[in-house]
């Protein structure tokens, strides 16, 4: 078994959007969608300041209320715990953008939902998602947990970390190194 | 055809016309789309395999690869081998393949006619307007002899016109990155170590223990190998001391982040050099070997105490004491960066040689960690015969002027073309290439005034812009996706060699530049210059002279080549620099003999008056100034600037986040409507925006009147003395609702 996520480092990222763009490429995702996007977040008073930048998807929760949601089991898990929508199955009922406490999923204009797939067609040829193989400051890690040696399991073990909204209880695979 | 308008009207660049309509001429039948054979002539490929190119969305010139799917384009990714992407292209590179899709292109020739008194574009043939530019040179060259023309040049297809334009007997070519951006880097370098700091930098981020951003913002400007490295360098622990009236990015992720008054940078620099020297921080073994004026330096800047300094730049004393003792401490791994947009306030020149001065204390020239000797291929040129010797050039309106600058004044050609009672050098033809001089240029008044006394513009484009609007004649170049272009030589730790090839087929009726100057050398008897039979037979011949053809390099992209040299010095190496006492001149000899201060003074900047607020701009990491803002996968990620502005000074003018304002500067013009980022990550007494939207042609669909632009708003401008450089940060704004009288 696998589980694969992504751990994403706030220090090494400068929020240039390469992820974005590459993943528009990589996919096809028509302009004025998005798979993948930045956040940054002030916080403090001038000149006592952070800024942390994150780049944001679909974190491909061990507990998605979309999997749990979808009336036709288009969104489901495939392999190694992603959650993937069956195009042919999504009637477009919106039941999983409803649901989803990341606000991860559009509708796609050809009348499905549509949301980062890890690039699982890389991931099947051992290549690693789109955004993670460009991003400049290679702030972003892709693997399986599953593998205690794997670069991702190691660095979580190290590194301080945390998950978004985690009271939603929906055990993302997305982490953010801090 | 020789007729000359009174007045030049902008002309909105025609929607309706594609290139079908207007195609026709043999010679040009290997470029027209459609024509499969000619195109896989073209491609080389007839695959999906990918194809080579190195990217021009931005000046670092990334090589990567083209690639297609079911025969349409795709992606384009990085190539490992290339030093400078190592792979990973940044978003503008990656997003390259919207320049390509952009259907608000420019599509085919256009030539300036009258019709029913109003002036307009009609589509034209190649031919046509090859006829109309070559008339009007050959007019130009008689009338006022051939050094009237100049060339404005942004970009790798420029240097086919620099030769055309140098065949026909002009040496007028200029860049607006050099008076514009970063000439007085370039010559503040040269005067301490007799040798510039090139383009990519010869800094050694990666190898930093230390380093030190004063108006470099890192990570907003995105010049990818320079960022890959500072990220890098961060992740790995290096101390970051960011000096910036603004939170940038590179703030964010820096131990210490240093928010000073605009316009006193100098002021902080003579401070740290002070502290260096009085607690005995610097290198001395260095600076004994290899500097000259140490004790000059140190008389002089023996009042700029931290305290002296702290009422200027409002930064406390023991930080600065702080901050020079980190700076020491990590030495010779410090690196006090050179900077690259540094046309600010007119002592340019001077401000960055308080920064080569403290490089030079820190002994982090020529050491790792530091500034590593830059190695470059040594690639033949194709032989042409020698260029005729003009008989004057841009210098001559200038007399006594800017005595060292070594490379034309793009202002300073702009200023020349309005003619005055004391001027002879008047120039009446422009040929511009890939800039957008409306935007890139300050005081847009005085560049529409000097095109107004032209008798040509030619404007060589692939999108169309403020300038093409006021050209005679536009002349659509493909996009770098589908041409050929010269190698790309970029200097690095080791020599390198890209070559871009087209991946697509020309779209429209478009054409590479090789092409254009070359068809132009044809008409204008020149053509012993373009010797070549076509540009493969160029690039072949070239790439023979370092052991490779044109074969090889459509299959790996990227060629690496030895290096011979050391990057960093050797402990205690004899080491002679090209300045004139043969050492790096802490005291400059050249700027002393020419009367200017050979050892940097802080004089005090206008500030703004109360109500205004200084204008500051820059990058964002997605756009290259105005060149991407219609790029429909970067208008994607970013449609529009915003203006940032403290919050104290937002409450003060009822402006809340989100709102659309209007900025008018000390002269009363006014931007477009922009919207306001209420943060506190900006000063109270300066506001910010990236520069590079605002865009007034209507045809360019998803930029027209798009936030602001900056450029609009500077009016004015202060000249460094020593380089002629236009110092921008001059101007002040304040704000009116939008609307308001």
Known sequence: ?178 | MTKRFKRRQFIKILGAGTGGAVLGTTALKAFQPGEKTDNFHLLGKATDAATPTYCEICFWKCAGWVHKKDGKPWKITGNPDDPNSNGRFCPRGTGGIGAYTDPDRLKTPLIRVEKNGKQVFREATWEEAFDYIADKMKMIKKKWGPECVALFTHGSGGSYFKTLLKAYGSNNIAAPSYAQCRGPREEAYLLTYGEGVGSPERTDIRNSKCIVLIGSHIGENMHNGQVQEFSEAVANGATVITVDPRFSTAASKSKYWLPIKPATDLALLLAWINVIIEEELYDKEYVKKYTYGFDELKKAVKHNTPEWAYPITTIKPHIIRETAREMARHAPATIVHPGRHVTWYGDDTQRVRAGAILNALLGSWGRRGGFYAQAKAHVKKYPVPKFPKPKKNWKDAFPNQFPLANLALSSGICDATIPTAERDCSFKGWIVYGTNLMLTLPQPQQTLEAIQNLELLVAIDIMPAEITGYADVVLPECTYLERYDDLRISPGRFPTVALRAPAFEPKYNTKPAWWMAKELANRLGLEKYFPWKNIEEYLDYRLKSIGSSLKEMKEIGVKKLENEEDLYYLDGEEYEFNTPTGKIELYSTALAEYGFDPIPRYTAHEEPPDGYYRLLYGRAPMHSFSRTTNNPLLTDVKSENEVWINPKVAREWGIKQGDYVVLENQDGVRSNRIRAKVTQRIRHDAIYMVHGFGRSDKRLRRSYLRGADDTHLITRVKLDPVMGGTGMRVNFVTFRKEGEA
């Open chain 1, 1 to 178: 078994m696998s589980r694969y996520a992504m751990a994403i480092d706030t220090k090494r990222c400068v929020g240039c959007t390469d992820c974005v763009v590459a993943c528009q490429t990589e996919n096809d995702v028509p302009v004025g969608y998005c798979r993948d996007w930045i956040v940054e977040a002030t916080s403090g008073v001038y000149p006592e300041l952070q800024l942390e930048i994150r780049s944001e998807r679909c974190n491909h929760c061990s507990d998605a209320p979309c999997v749990r949601c979808c009336p036709t089991s288009a969104s489901h898990y495939a392999e190694g715990g992603i959650v993937m929508v069956d195009h042919d199955d999504c009637i477009g009922c919106k039941a999983c953008i409803a649901s989803c406490p990341y606000d991860a999923r559009y509708v796609h204009p050809e009348g499905y939902v549509d949301k980062c797939t890890f690039c699982i067609h890389r991931v099947k040829e051992g290549e690693n998602p789109a955004c993670v193989s460009v991003c400049p400051t290679h702030a972003m890690i892709f693997g399986d947990l599953d593998d205690k040696n794997s670069e991702i399991s190691k660095v979580l073990q190290t590194r301080k970390h945390k998950t978004l909204i985690p009271e939603a209880g929906t055990k993302p695979n997305v982490f953010y190194l801090l």
